[in-house]
Nanobody, 124 residues
Framework: QVRLVESGGGLVQAGGSLRLSCAASGGAFTNYGRGWFRQPPGKEREFVAA????????YYADSVKGRFTISRDGAKNTVYLQMNSLAPEDTAVYYC?????????????????WGQGTQVTVSS
């Protein structure tokens, strides 16, 4: 059973930074890549960032470009999301997911295994 576990969320003031981690364990799966999604209060889950597991390509939502950076440590099977210049509109539950097909990295339907989520709250 594949398991993804996020950590690193918390409460931060606007302009601050947080680093999220997503560690994978359990059963084997074809690891095309890993993505981060977020779900603000009362809204649908949305794409934030993704990385091809080879590490040679990254993808970002326009709303986070230049502020967030996704990276991965293959040896640890862990993906990170460095979030800088955080704003109140970044407040959400952040989820990590594994891309289980070679499709578009932006589409939620191409992701299979999901973590339980970690809360990020940015105060103004």
């Amino acid at each position: 059973q594949v398991r993804l576990v996020e950590s690193g969320g918390g409460l931060v003031q606007a302009g601050g930074s947080l680093r999220l981690s997503c560690a994978a364990s359990g059963g084997a799966f074809t690891n095309y890549g890993r993505g981060w999604f977020r779900q603000p209060p009362g809204k649908e889950r949305e794409f934030v960032a993704a990385i091809r597991w080879t590490g040679d390509s990254t993808y970002y939502a326009d709303s986070v470009k230049g502020r967030f950076t996704i990276s991965r440590d293959g040896a640890k099977n862990t993906v990170y999301l460095q979030m800088n210049s955080l704003a109140p509109e970044d407040t959400a539950v952040y989820y990590c997911a594994a891309l289980i097909s070679s499709g578009n990295y932006y589409y939620i339907s191409n992701y299979g295994y999901w973590g339980q989520g970690t809360q990020v709250t940015v105060s103004s």
